[in-house]
């Protein structure tokens, strides 16, 4: 029998609560003056366009893994979480429900203008910029490589994260050092190469590959970074099945790339409203989702 999917969320509706923003898959809710409430949603977006059908479980996957990865992590680098604020005091019954193993409470931080993007393999916008120049945000690679070769070292390339509607684009380390300082920007790279460092290769002991990912950074009061939004799940990396690598093409993938691979294929301009998804495609990604978080959690 094929498995039931969960019910699935594509808005949250927190009345108790003032709304902040609804991105393209985290609904914000702002809980008194020093905390957030973020839930996140099965919306899927591809092409920077959100889907108007979502991916049954995808924000409880989500949740879960950026959970994992935090408090793996908190020997680091402190969190954005905020685990004693109780949200049975804030919420109605029908609200919980809502946030159930999909929501976290964290703590306001002011958010870099940065991601701070690491990358052990040449594919996607690294793969274009190296081919136009043999670099990638600045960094000089060596010549010859195929798509989706592994790097000789990760690279830290960050990218500037733009205005809603509009495309992140890839950063030299000086704009970054521009935007937030020499000192933060320093600590920005330092830390998203160790992250990525040890994320790899705890994921590799479990089949799977961590081609990129992107972190977020914010800071407290006192100027101190912490980790926060989502963290090495299958929407802000590229994990690829380490049996299926092969250099010179592009692996398949634990994420979105079903559903874009699928789209690529509809006479679609990638302008909003999206197309609806077909049921097969919506439960192969949704498998794929929790396919990673089995393999990098063991639950």
Same mark, same amino acid.
């Given at each position: 029998?094929?498995?039931?999917?969960?019910?699935?969320?594509?808005?949250?509706?927190?009345?108790?609560?003032?709304?902040?923003?609804?991105?393209?898959?985290?609904?914000?809710?702002?809980?008194?003056?020093?905390?957030?409430?973020?839930?996140?949603?099965?919306?899927?977006?591809?092409?920077?366009?959100?889907?108007?059908?979502?991916?049954?479980?995808?924000?409880?996957?989500?949740?879960?893994?950026?959970?994992?990865?935090?408090?793996?992590?908190?020997?680091?680098?402190?969190?954005?979480?905020?685990?004693?604020?109780?949200?049975?005091?804030?919420?109605?019954?029908?609200?919980?429900?809502?946030?159930?193993?999909?929501?976290?409470?964290?703590?306001?931080? #002011?958010?870099? &203008?940065?991601?701070?993007? !690491?990358? *052990?393999?040449?594919?996607? $916008?690294?793969? /274009?910029? @190296?081919?136009?120049?043999?670099?990638?945000?600045?960094?000089?690679?060596?010549?010859?490589?195929?798509?989706?070769?592994?790097?000789?070292?990760?690279?830290?390339?960050?990218?500037?994260?733009?205005?809603?509607?509009?495309?992140?684009?890839?950063?030299?380390?000086?704009?970054?050092?521009?935007?937030?300082?020499?000192?933060?920007?320093?600590?920005?790279?330092?830390?998203?190469?160790?992250?990525?460092?040890?994320?790899?290769?705890?994921?590799?002991?479990?089949?799977?590959?961590?081609?990129?990912?992107?972190?977020?950074?914010?800071?407290?009061?006192?100027?101190?970074?912490?980790?926060?939004?989502?963290?090495?799940?299958?929407?802000?990396? #590229?994990?690829? &099945?380490?049996?299926?690598? !092969?250099? *010179?093409?592009?692996?398949? $993938?634990?994420? /979105?790339? @079903?559903?874009?691979?699928?789209?690529?294929?509809?006479?679609?301009?990638?302008?909003?409203?999206?197309?609806?998804?077909?049921?097969?495609?919506?439960?192969?990604?949704?498998?794929?989702?929790?396919?990673?978080?089995?393999?990098?959690?063991?639950?």
């Amino acid at each position: 029998m094929a498995e039931t999917l969960p019910a699935a969320l594509f808005e949250s509706h927190i009345a108790s609560l003032p709304l902040v923003h609804r991105g393209k898959v985290r609904d914000l809710y702002a809980l008194g003056t020093d905390h957030l409430l973020i839930v996140t949603t099965d919306r899927l977006s591809a092409f920077d366009v959100v889907l108007p059908r979502p991916i049954p479980g995808k924000g409880a996957v989500l949740t879960a893994l950026t959970d994992f990865w935090m408090r793996r992590f908190a020997g680091r680098v402190p969190n954005h979480l905020a685990p004693d604020v109780e949200l049975a005091r804030h919420l109605r019954p029908q609200e919980l429900a809502q946030c159930r193993g999909r929501a976290v409470v964290a703590r306001k931080l #002011r958010a870099l &203008p940065v991601e701070a993007v !690491a990358r *052990g393999y040449l594919i996607g $916008s690294g793969w /274009k910029d @190296y081919q136009a120049g043999g670099a990638v945000c600045g960094v000089p690679l060596p010549a010859g490589l195929r798509l989706a070769d592994r790097l000789p070292e990760p690279i830290f390339t960050p990218a500037f994260k733009a205005p809603k509607g509009e495309h992140d684009a890839n950063i030299s380390f000086a704009e970054v050092e521009r935007l937030v300082g020499a000192t933060v920007a320093a600590q920005v790279r330092e830390l998203t190469l160790a992250l990525y460092r040890e994320a790899a290769a705890y994921a590799a002991a479990r089949g799977i590959l961590v081609a990129d990912t992107k972190f977020e950074f914010g800071l407290d009061d006192s100027g101190r970074l912490h980790l926060i939004d989502e963290v090495l799940t299958p929407d802000s990396s #590229r994990f690829w &099945p380490a049996a299926q690598y !092969a250099p *010179g093409t592009s692996p398949p $993938s634990f994420d /979105k790339q @079903y559903v874009r691979d699928y789209l690529e294929t509809l006479d679609w301009d990638k302008r909003a409203p999206g197309p609806d998804l077909p049921d097969e495609v919506v439960a192969r990604t949704a498998e794929k989702y929790r396919e990673a978080q089995r393999l990098l959690t063991g639950t």
